[in-house]
């Protein structure tokens, strides 16, 4: 769901709008051939969006074409995480991008976290199979077109509720054509999806002190243990444990193997 929708408003007004991508080499006669209105309209020369003044009355907010747009471009993204080539060696997802593009991820607007490391984190390597990495220019400049809300433009061309649907096909022509002979996009997929990579957390030290106050070791005075062997793991569930001023978060619920 694009995120405007989902908060019933328009994003925050930007200080600047991405530029208007061009179409290159045969993409821009393909394009022409294809789509002649919409070559007419937009036409093909990079010019960035100028936002509305202060001044003047803000647009009506309401669901357009754009934000389908969005939905479908967070789509591709959750697809192109999981996808795996067929026969090479299996990558896991790492907890971090899994975090950030599933709907299980941190509180807050984690989406816009999610544009932000693809443009300026190293963990945008991260983001796809090792064997598709190329797919990155155009992850990148994907998330770019999207992280504005267009609902702030001034001109007339650019509220065009088909603009950055526009924007996203000139992207994506440009980038298939210049890649069709790469390797890569002849990989087969595999029918399995990647796994995601299991979340190795460290207790915090109020949970470790009430830990070691209920299972002091065997050693203490009045206190016994039943011995077991190096490959047996005692499990036992401690209950909500408070962790006030201490954590981020009111209570956590952990699972400790003695």
């Known amino acids: ?25 045969d993409a821009a006669s393909v394009y022409k051939r294809s789509y002649p209105d919409r070559f007419k309209l937009f ?21 357009e074409l754009r934000h389908d747009a969005e939905s479908s471009v967070w789509v591709f993204f959750r697809w192109v995480v999981f996808a795996a080539p067929q026969g090479k060696e299996s990558v896991c997802i790492s907890h971090t991008i899994w975090s950030l593009i599933s709907s299980d991820g941190p509180a807050g607007n984690y989406r816009d976290r999610l544009l932000h490391t693809l443009k300026y984190r190293s963990s945008r390597k991260e983001f796809v199979h090792p064997e598709y990495c190329q ?35 000139r992207v994506i022509l440009n980038y298939v054509l210049e890649n069709k002979e790469a390797s890569f996009m002849d990989l087969q997929k595999n029918i399995e999806y990647r796994q995601v990579e299991p979340l190795i957390l460290e207790l915090p030290e109020c949970v470790r002190r009430r830990e070691r106050l209920l299972y002091p070791p065997a050693s203490t005075p009045g206190r016994k243990r039943k011995a077991t062997g190096s ?20 209570k956590l619920m952990v699972c400790l193997i003695a």
Not at 3 to 9: N, T, Y
Not at 12 to 21: A, I
Not at 235 to 246: A, F, I, M, P, Y
């Open 1 to 25: 769901m694009a995120r405007a929708i989902k908060q019933g408003g328009p994003l925050l007004k930007p200080k600047k709008f991405p530029p208007s991508p061009v179409l290159r080499g």
């Open 43 to 63: 036409g093909n020369k990079m010019r960035k969006p100028t936002r509305v003044a202060s001044q003047e009355p803000l647009p009506v907010f309401r669901h």
């Open 231 to 250: 490959s047996v793991h005692e499990t036992r569930l401690l209950s909500t444990v408070s962790c006030s001023g201490e954590s981020s978060h009111d």
């Open 135 to 169: 797919l990155m220019p155009l992850v990148r400049s994907m998330a770019t077109l999207i992280k504005k809300d267009y609902h702030w433009v001034k001109e007339e061309k650019y509220k065009h509720p088909e603009y950055l649907l526009d924007a996203l096909q």
